[in-house]
């Protein structure tokens, strides 16, 4: 499951246990090292999609690996997002030597107070719309749409659901309900869960906050790419 040097077990209980901006800066130094991590083909996979962009805005953007694969494409300027410091220090070291001459930034902040307004041409977000619960999916996509230009595009993978008795949906339902149970009997809460930004529903949320959408199905095994345009 995880790469030599991976999180032993006990690691990835104690990161449970704690808020979510504390497991993943306990998680960080060995975070690439997780199947946590957006794969290189997935991400590489959305690049082709994108193709270039002059200012870039990745939320969520943990320890980088988006923003590596983005910043060759940039023209001017990269930003990276997260409130977790560890994750953020990871990042820096990463992009330190990463390939491309398009400025880099990092915001150390809650996604859910971000207050950039028409700034970037390109929002990615791969990984991180698990953390984002279902009551403030209007808000941040109000966020989002405040922070691109006009004719900017938000892009992430997003997938129909999968089917009832699936081993995917089987599993992925019952770690949500693991979640669940461990945030109703322990805080402070750790957010993470799967099938919040589904097809069709999705598209229909984006459209109500503003978006023009466009999927492109299994550009990724099951994971298709939306490309929401402001």
Known sequence: MFAKGGPTFFELMHQALCSTQRGYDLLAPKFDKT????????????????????????????????????????????VGIDFSAGMIEQARLKLSNCEGTARVEFVEADVM?????????LVTCFGGLGHILPRQKSAFLGLIHRA???????????????????????????????MKIRNALLHPPFIMYY????????????????????FRPEVYREYGLVIATK
Do not use: W
């Open 113 to 121: 107070q971000m207050s950039f307004q028409n700034e970037f041409d």
């Open 148 to 178: 691109l230009k006009p004719g900017g595009r938000f892009v992430f993978y997003s997938a129909y659901p999968p089917p009832l008795f699936s081993v995917s949906n089987i599993a992925r339902r019952s770690f949500n309900t693991v």
């Open 195 to 214: 099938f919040t930004f589904l097809m069709p529903e999705i598209a229909d949320e984006l459209s109500a906050a503003g978006f023009t959408v466009e």
């Open 35 to 78: 199947p946590f991590r957006t794969p290189d083909a997935m991400l590489e996979a959305a690049i082709r999609a994108i193709a270039s962009a002059d200012a870039a805005l990745d939320v969520c953007c943990g320890t980088g690996a988006a923003m590596r694969h983005l910043r060759p494409v940039c023209r001017h300027r990269i």
